[in-house]
């Protein structure tokens, strides 16, 4: 018997191929019905040529639930319409014919916003303005991607993905989730995409993960969750928007957070991701690649790659996040070059571990901590970058590298411009300004200034766990040594040296010793002798010696002896030389003959260490009172 007709569903197990379900692959005529009655089988879905497929609303949910489930042979797109959709559980993609597929959203005209404003709100909860070109494509709901911005001020966090509250004519209102407080800005052009298909998971779900494959493109599309930064806390959270590199551990099935580092490939254009309690994106062992992306309002970190994960995120932003915007770690690498991380929870550029960023040209705007932060041997490579306003620290370093150069500008952050600790190290060569009002240094950490020049900061702490000094200066350019006993944060002046002259002294008057009882100075070489307060003004009770005191002096001229010190003979011997003076105890015995405490005079005295105690006399005032009785 001879068959007439060939088709998949005749063969045991075979996939379900479009064409067996009503499905043409002409280019032309729409094939979503085929596809999603061959969805509907929950097999593996062919198409075996290219098709022209445009999902109805109702259609959007099951397929990208079912994503994994569908192989074109070549590459296919897959159009999606205007809408927020529902999507119920986590799409986990692992098909290697996924580097077929296509998804686009609704496509719409690029246009301008030439002015942005605030109109209401506070930190994490803005209800921001931007006039548009045209705003005929937004409506209330969608979101509108801003990027490219120019401007004076802060003007680059007005970049990001931002959901729309209102329209009217060409004036389009947003809810802004900025962290910190609205900056003075200027907004004369930004690019603006309106991004009108939404793919929208719940608070508690992952959103699109993908390992050992590539996914071609996503498209003019918001990959959202329904979390709210103005009320909800920052954290970690399982909940990550777009996950390229790993994969559920089958062989740990008892935990949810359990997982397996994979390659993985996608490319995104036109792309939204927001409203993730955890991270907007996430490349762990896989590689992204984005153009024209933001990842905004999520509960922790909008960009993160590690191990060994890889994200091309040139020209992106990172704006109003709980967390970091940028973070890199474990041999992760982000490509941020022109982006923009502003009004972050905390870092804008977060490095730690043997990691790297690449952020030339970008920009790190009014970020609660730090705007580019790196540690435990992380890089930052910030070449032309511009890091200004941040409530933290402009830039800092914990056994950390942070490399600017031609450009490149960290100034006018809340705490320190440059703070470089455990040996990390910033380079500021070719700056246009480092800005370094102030930076402190721990344990052998080293900043470079715009000349190529190792900075003598403004100031510079050295700190251990219960104490803290800090040298630094002063409005009239002297050096300043600080001491902060306890790590208060509160530093008391105790030293300084007068710029240009060598003139070193305390910062209090008559308040500090030189040397201690316990660690004395062995010689003291001076050009003339020392000079003595001995100004009537400062001086009460003043009067002449009694008898009593006088014959104390009298009996301490016949005390002065010829003497050696013991250190010396076992130092040097024979050759240790002989000195002139009194014995202290015999001092205070004379003064106790006639009925008299030597402990009130300023002639003798005598302190406690840790190991026993000390004599010692002032002889200047020795000789005055022998002096007086004669």
Not at 67 to 87: E, R, Y
Not at 155 to 182: D, I, R
Not at 184 to 192: D, G, K, M
Not at 501 to 508: E, L, M
Request: net charge negative.
């Amino acid at each position: 018997m001879s068959l007439t007709k060939a088709s998949y569903s005749m063969v045991n197990g075979a996939p379900a191929n479009i064409l067996d379900f009503g499905g043409v692959c002409d280019g032309v005529t729409n094939d979503a019905d085929a596809l999603m009655a061959a969805i509907a089988t929950g097999k593996e879905v062919v198409i075996p040529a290219e098709s022209y497929i445009l999902l109805s609303s109702a259609q959007v949910p099951t397929f990208i639930e079912n994503l994994n489930n569908v192989s074109p042979q070549v590459v296919n797109t897959f159009n999606l319409p205007a809408g927020d959709f529902a999507i119920t559980t986590q799409v986990e993609i692992t098909n290697s014919k996924a580097c077929n597929i296509i998804v686009k959203g609704v496509a719409t005209t690029q246009v301008s916003a030439t002015a942005v404003s605030k109109l209401s709100g506070s930190a994490k909860n803005y209800s921001v303005q931007y006039t548009l070109t045209s705003a005929s494509e937004v409506a209330i709901g969608d979101y509108i991607y801003v990027g490219y911005t120019a401007g004076t001020g802060s003007y680059n966090v007005a970049e990001g993905a931002w959901k729309v509250t209102g329209v009217s004519g060409s004036n389009v209102t947003v809810k802004h989730t900025l962290n910190s407080t609205w900056p003075t800005l200027t907004v004369t052009s930004a690019r603006v995409v309106p991004l009108r298909t939404i793919l929208r998971w719940p608070t508690t779900q992952r959103g699109l993960a993908m390992s050992g494959c590539q996914l071609n493109t996503l498209e003019n599309i918001v990959l959202a969750s329904q979390f709210d930064i103005s009320t909800g806390s920052a954290s970690d959270t399982y909940s990550d928007g777009l996950q390229v590199g790993t994969a559920s551990d089958q062989l740990n099935t008892g935990s949810t957070e359990s997982q397996r580092t994979l390659s993985g490939e996608i490319y995104c254009k036109n792309v939204g991701i927001v409203e993730w309690s955890g991270n907007g994106v996430q490349a762990i062992g896989g590689n992204a690649y984005f153009y024209q992306v933001a990842s905004c309002s999520n509960g922790w970190r909008g960009i993160q790659a590690a191990s060994n994960g890889s994200i091309g995120a040139k020209y992106t932003s990172a704006v109003g996040n709980g967390a970091s915007g940028y973070e890199a770690e474990g041999l992760g690498f982000i490509d941020a070059n022109g982006a923009v991380a502003a009004g972050n929870g905390q870092q804008g550029v977060y490095v730690i571990g043997p990691a790297s960023v690449s952020f030339a040209s970008g920009y790190s705007y009014n970020n609660v901590g730090a705007g580019l932060d790196a540690r435990n041997f992380g890089t930052i490579l910030a070449d032309g970058a511009k890091v200004d306003s941040n409530t933290g620290y402009g830039c800092y370093t914990t056994a950390g590298n942070i490399l600017f150069g031609a450009s490149a500008v960290s100034a006018n952050n809340t705490t320190y411009d440059a703070r470089s600790t455990e040996h990390g190290v910033i380079d500021g060569t070719g700056c246009t300004s480092l800005g370094v009002k102030s930076f402190t240094q721990k344990d052998g950490s080293v900043i470079i200034d715009s000349d190529g020049e190792i900075v003598w900061p403004t100031e510079l702490k050295v700190e251990s766990s219960s104490s803290q000094v800090a040298f630094g200066g002063t409005s009239i350019a002297d050096m300043v040594i600080s001491t902060d006993n306890g790590g208060t944060g509160t530093f008391t002046p105790i030293l300084r040296a007068k710029a240009g002259t060598g003139i070193f002294y305390p910062a209090q008057d008559n308040t500090a010793s030189l040397g201690r009882s316990g660690e004395r100075w062995s010689v003291v070489y001076a050009a003339t002798g020392t000079i003595n307060t001995s100004d009537a003004r400062t001086k009460q009770d003043v009067a002449s010696l009694d008898d009593a005191e006088k014959r104390v002096a009298a009996a301490l001229k016949g005390l002065i002896k010829k003497f050696r010190f013991k250190d010396a003979v076992v130092e040097k011997g024979d050759e240790a030389r002989i000195h002139v003076g009194v014995i202290a105890q015999e001092v205070e015995a004379a003064f106790a003959a006639e009925g008299l405490d030597a402990a009130r005079y300023g002639i003798l005295c005598h302190d406690q260490l840790e190991d026993g105690d000390r004599y010692g006399v002032r002889y200047e005032e020795l000789l005055a009172f022998i002096i007086a009785a004669m």
